[in-house]
């Protein structure tokens, strides 16, 4: 299945079980849920945005954007954090301004059972195209959807206590307590997203002086051409590469494509964490 094929039916699924869940939450007055469910709804968003970032991040470098667009995962990322920053906050005032009495019921319980299972075959379906390749989006949104089955997990054990509530004091309630555990949960992500994807952008050009030295080594068996220059820019789980080339200034346009092909194949044969390359004569 390729890479905005399985996005697609990924935010289709995502969708769906984020809407199943609000709808319950709406319809048995149960706080936890909502506050799980508008968290799941950016499972639907973040599938979205990366169709559109990994039409722009796979763009080729410029004169403009001379290490191409891989910063725009980063970005991404970033702004994904702060969504999620946002909607803690409204959980924590949808906590304290929550009237509705929340009487447990069994369909609940169905209906995350059923969340569950869809979002089980949506981590089995992004696990399953990350094991041939990486994709710095799938990678998020996998972490995500995890993060989502869990809490739907966490979710239940809530409900489940609230079945028991009669034999709880009073002035606790299980269902404000879950939905405070929740943005809690939420705030930490968050923070985490966007600290760690703010240190990716910080860091992003960095000198790898053991993978230029590997690179140059793999690259020495061609005498078409000689490596100048070698830029190598960090995009979390793999690498890009920027090479400028010194080859013949009569070489044909054909000659030099075929050059540039057989660099492409050669290093992400020889290196799996090698995802993009982008060459040019010097």
Not at 157 to 168: D, G, H, M, Q, R
């Amino acid at each position: 299945m390729k890479e905005k094929k399985l996005i697609v039916l990924t935010a289709v699924l995502n969708f769906i079980s984020a809407s199943l869940k609000f709808i319950l939450g709406i319809v048995f007055s149960f706080s936890t849920l909502i506050a799980d469910s508008i968290q799941s709804f950016l499972d639907f968003i973040t599938d979205i945005i990366s169709l559109v970032v990994n039409k722009i991040g796979k763009r080729r470098a410029n004169k403009t954007y001379p290490f191409g667009y891989g910063q725009v995962y980063y970005l991404s990322n970033i702004f994904t954090g702060l969504l999620l920053l946002f909607i803690g906050l409204f959980i924590f005032y949808e906590v304290f301004s929550f009237k509705s009495k929340f009487i447990p019921n069994i369909i609940i319980l169905i209906g995350l059972l059923i969340v569950l299972i869809i979002k089980g075959l949506v981590i089995f379906l992004i696990k399953k195209y990350l094991n041939s390749t990486k994709s710095e989006s799938l990678v998020e949104s996998y972490k995500e959807s995890k993060a989502d089955f869990i809490s739907t997990c966490v979710v239940i054990v809530v409900l489940i206590l609230t079945f028991f509530e009669k034999y709880i004091p009073n002035y606790i309630n299980v269902d404000k307590i879950g939905s405070i555990c929740m943005a809690i949960y939420i705030f930490y992500t968050s923070i985490k997203i966007i600290i760690s994807n703010i240190r990716g952008i910080l860091t992003n050009d960095e000198g790898n002086d053991e993978l230029k030295h590997n690179i140059k080594k793999e690259l020495k068996q061609f005498r078409e051409f000689r490596v100048a220059n070698i830029k190598i820019i960090k995009m979390s789980y793999y690498y890009s590469v920027f090479l400028q080339i010194d080859v013949n200034n009569n070489i044909k346009i054909k000659d030099y494509l075929i050059i540039e092909k057989k660099i492409k194949k050669h290093l992400k044969s020889s290196n799996k964490l090698i995802k993009y390359i982008d060459v040019e004569p010097l």
